[in-house]
């Protein structure tokens, strides 16, 4: 810990100090806070949507930008266009059953679309 005394000059010194302790706090692992669920939310995110990638053709792959599994149990998908998004619904039931497969507890299925973003 760094003590530091007041005095205006070091009014900085000190906030530097405090945040990076606040924030050392924060990424300690094991620690079960709010930052471990949010990482661990994102690796589940990711996992899904590798998993339901690989299900898809080898051009289709790169505009399933992201799954996310919501707690009702809606799987929602983002892609890059519009006419990917028409195909992803087409294929809806399977990539339903693959998320299923992955583990998750699926009830049913949104597309959307994110074209800012582009294909990966």
């Known amino acids: 810990m760094i003590l530091v005394t007041w005095k205006p000059e070091n009014r ?33 995110m990711d996992n899904l949507t590798t998993a339901l990638r690989a299900l898809l053709p080898d051009d289709a792959q790169s505009h399933l930008l992201a799954a996310n599994l919501r707690e009702n149990g809606e799987l929602v998908l983002i892609c890059s266009s519009s006419s990917w998004a028409a195909r992803l619904r087409f294929e809806s039931d399977q990539l339903i059953e ?3 497969m992955a583990g998750a507890d699926v009830s049913s299925c949104k597309v959307k679309v994110s074209p800012s973003t582009g294909s990966m």
């Open 98 to 100: 693959a998320a299923r």
């Open 12 to 44: 900085q010194l000190r906030h530097t100090s405090m945040s990076i302790i606040r924030l050392e706090k924060l990424l300690k692992t094991g620690s079960g806070g709010a930052l471990e669920k949010i990482v661990q939310r994102a690796q589940n």
